[in-house]
């Protein structure tokens, strides 16, 4: 029995494009694919994703654990005031979706979405958009498929060129995640907004200090930033957000085992123990496209 469309992704078939082609042509619905007309076929997932990599993948993503151990954080709302400033800048930077195409809806792009969280988020403050997330790893796609009934979920590699028409998003949301400046640019419409968060120095300073061989946040990272978005992007407003949050041993243990840190030797604390405040720490910034 084929793969039947997920209900989601029929909301972008009119702006996806096919990834193999690189070029405007549409991808149609067939018999669990997705087709272009040059005959290039994409998986519909039974997981309600559409695979649309193509070639050797920059990064293979979150593994089994990572994806598990980020769900299960997530739900404990230690990053709930996180989301809740992304969302609002989401949310102000389409008022009235003023700018939106004439007959299509807000669109939100998640670029590196994880498990959805995040836009899940913002698709509940915009009751009238749709939302894509894109991920290299399939198991966060199978949570990000699940995230919210107006977001579709799409397998590819955030360093190609991504598989959308050219200035259909209203925002992009990067969300401790890579980026490619280029084609966050080229899918953006004129008026449209990208939405950066990523970790100060800061962030999570408790369990660095317990655990030096966690990754640390690189003090060149910001100037790292301007020097890549610079040249097409403009930052119109940057806060930070930081509060401290008590983590049980197990939050700690998958707030660890949820970033790349959980390649390291690492040990917590007695789960029985009391709570661990850590540090919360990022930097949101709104960017407009020159």
Known sequence: MPVPLPPALSLFL??????ACRTTRRLHPGPGVLRCPAGHTFDLARHGYVNLLTGARATSGDDADMVRARSRFLATGAYAPLREATVRLAADAVPGAAHAAPGRPPTVLDAGCGTGYYLAGVLDRLPGARGVGLDSSARALRAAARAHDRAAALAGDVFRPLPL??????VVLNVFAPRNPAEYHRVLHPAGRLIVVRPTGRHLAELRDRWPSMVAVDPAKEERLRRALGPRFEAAATERVEYRAALTGP???????????ARHAWRTPDDRGPATRVTVSVLATTYRPR
Not at 165 to 170: E, K, M, S, Y
Not at 251 to 261: H, R
Request: glycine share 4%; proline share 9%.
């Open 14 to 19: 009119d702006v996806l494009r096919c990834p």
């Open 165 to 170: 028409d050219d200035g259909v998003a209203d």
């Open 251 to 261: 939050a700690v243990q998958d707030l660890v085992a949820m970033t790349p840190s």
